[in-house]
Nanobody
Framework: QVQLVESGGGLVQAGGSLRLSCEVS????????MGWFRQAPGKEREFVSV????????DYADSVKGRFSISRDNAKNTVTLQMNSLKPEDTAVYYC????????????????????WGQGTQVTVSS
């Protein structure tokens, strides 16, 4: 059983920044592709960003490109999402998730391919 714990959410004004972290249990973290997703009230869960198991490939949703940055520290079993220039439409619960087939396939933006999820952390951006 893999456990994920997100932290770093909160309330921030538009234009501000937040840094989300996700700590993953177990010894195989360095083989996982890691994704961030978000879900706003009344909306479906959507892709935000992903980083490959090796850390050299990343992808972002068009809505966050140039504002968000994903990184990972395999020594600390942690993936981080730096969020800058936040907008009210970024308000959502943010989830990290593991794709344990990391070395076997390309990074994915599809939630169904992710097998373990954190409990989520609330991000609220006020206008």
């Amino acid at each position: 059983q893999v456990q994920l714990v997100e932290s770093g959410g909160g309330l921030v004004q538009a234009g501000g920044s937040l840094r989300l972290s996700c700590e993953v249990s177990g010894r195989a973290f360095s083989t996982y592709n890691m994704g961030w997703f978000r879900q706003a009230p009344g909306k479906e869960r959507e892709f935000v960003s992903v980083i490959s198991w090796s850390g050299d490939i990343t992808d972002y949703a068009d809505s966050v490109k140039g504002r968000f940055s994903i990184s990972r520290d395999n020594a600390k079993n942690t993936v981080t999402l730096q969020m800058n220039s936040l907008k009210p439409e970024d308000t959502a619960v943010y989830y990290c998730a593991t794709d344990r087939a990391g070395p076997l396939r390309r990074i994915s933006t599809t939630p169904a391919l992710y097998d373990y999820w954190g409990q989520g952390t609330q991000v609220t951006v006020s206008s």
